[in-house]
């Protein structure tokens, strides 16, 4: 397929993940949702716990998770290969943004979790060195377990790319809050004068897709981990199969602006399946292709390293309080209970839907704008 009709089709599937939720809520409402805004300052009051509503989305979240840690009971078969990956650790030892990263990192932990008046408004803007310090912390210990090959290392201006486009990457999922009546918000939002609360956001959300996708080039250089999904069911949807795919997509983004309070959850999965179908038919690569030979391999490590990197999001958050403008808190229907930091148990399955949709978004971009949309190391086999 010719570059213009793939470009053509991505455009499509842009509309259609932002338009589908207004459909939706101009079915609901009439028009916008109500109290709709960029950055909600709070929140209504959700519907409150509801025993059946839990126990279906538990039972949901355990053969989730089922999937995750005992792939076996699914048909996965143990890979024997005693070939060594190919790095070479240590061999060059942790590069200088490793230590660099290291200190920021630290010295933004302390000052966000600590309650030091004598700093002034300066408590308010550690967030961002925090995480950015995180990354070229992760993209160091790629390096060393590569031999030399990490994000920062043979990609630095795509890492910049990376962070540019995760800003509207993660602002799309603000959007996607309101449908859902927001399900977290940000009460310290005023700590930051509200023109320049918009900037900051903006460099906040920049440390999004980084950080999900350096978590899985880490992944990656453990070959147990490699190979534990590397031999599963194969699943090889016919056109029509995809296009099913595409329409159920569609229809949970329609939906999950209607049913809200039932259907929240949703949010991270129509998206996901509409970009992922229409990448699918335009021919171009996506880590759902290598399932039609078996290999889950790609898919697996993003969800998972999304869920890795999540603890780091959560536990800083929960501790953040009051010296953070961006901390957040939960808001969600029927399910708010048994948090782990600021986030109910539940909800943490989520990422792992969170991360394959940033990647689809990722090599949308990509295919638009014309950069390479690979997150394989070079010399590694894809």
């Not at 920021?104 to 995480?131: C, D, H, K, T």
């Not at 977290?184 to 609360?197: H, M, Q, V």
């Not at 957040?328 to 048994?338: A, E, I, R, T």
Request: hydrophobic share 50%; with cysteine.
């Amino acid at each position: 397929m010719s570059n213009t009709h793939v470009k053509s089709k991505l455009s499509i599937a842009w509309l259609m993940v932002i338009l589908l939720p207004l459909l939706g809520s101009y079915l609901k409402w009439g028009g916008l949702p109500p109290g709709f805004e960029i950055l909600p300052h709070s929140a209504r009051t959700p519907p409150g716990f509801n025993l059946t509503v839990f126990i279906i989305l538990t039972i949901t979240a355990v053969l989730i998770w089922s999937f995750v840690f005992f792939p076996k009971l699914f048909g996965f078969v143990k890979v024997k290969d005693d070939t060594p990956l190919d790095i070479d650790i240590g061999a060059k030892g942790v590069p200088w943004w490793f230590w660099s990263g290291l200190i920021v990192m630290v010295a933004s932990w302390i000052v966000m979790w600590g309650q030091f008046e004598v700093l002034g408004n300066l408590r308010y803007y550690s967030f961002v060195p925090l995480w950015w310090g995180y990354i070229f912390f992760l993209d160091g210990i790629v390096y060393y377990r590569t031999g030399g090959r990490s994000f920062m290392a043979c990609w630095p201006k795509l890492m910049i790319i990376c962070g540019l486009l995760s800003i509207p990457g993660w602002y799309y999922f603000e959007y996607l809050n309101f449908f859902v009546l927001k399900n977290w918000f940000y009460p310290y939002l005023d700590l930051l004068p509200a023109p320049f609360t918009y900037f900051w956001s903006a460099l906040t959300f920049s440390t999004v897709w980084p950080s999900i996708f350096i978590w899985y080039q880490l992944l990656n250089t453990f070959k147990p981990l490699t190979l534990c999904y590397a031999q599963g069911p194969k699943l090889a949807l016919s056109t029509k199969g995809i296009y099913l795919v595409l329409l159920s997509g569609m229809v949970m983004t329609v939906a999950t602006s209607i049913w809200y309070d039932y259907l929240f959850w949703m949010i991270w999965l129509g998206p996901l399946l509409i970009l992922a179908t229409i990448l699918a038919l335009s021919g171009v690569w996506t880590p759902f292709r290598e399932i039609k030979l078996g290999n889950w391999t790609p898919v697996m490590l993003i969800a998972i390293a999304t869920v890795f990197n999540s603890v780091t999001w959560e536990m800083w958050n929960f501790w953040s309080t009051p010296n953070n403008p961006n901390f957040w808190q939960y808001n969600l229907p029927y399910v708010h209970v048994y948090k782990i930091f600021e986030m109910p148990i539940l909800g943490f399955s989520g990422y792992l839907f969170f991360g394959p949709v940033c990647w689809m978004m990722w090599i949308g971009c990509a295919r638009l704008l014309g950069f390479s949309d690979n997150l394989v190391l070079p010399s590694s086999k894809r």
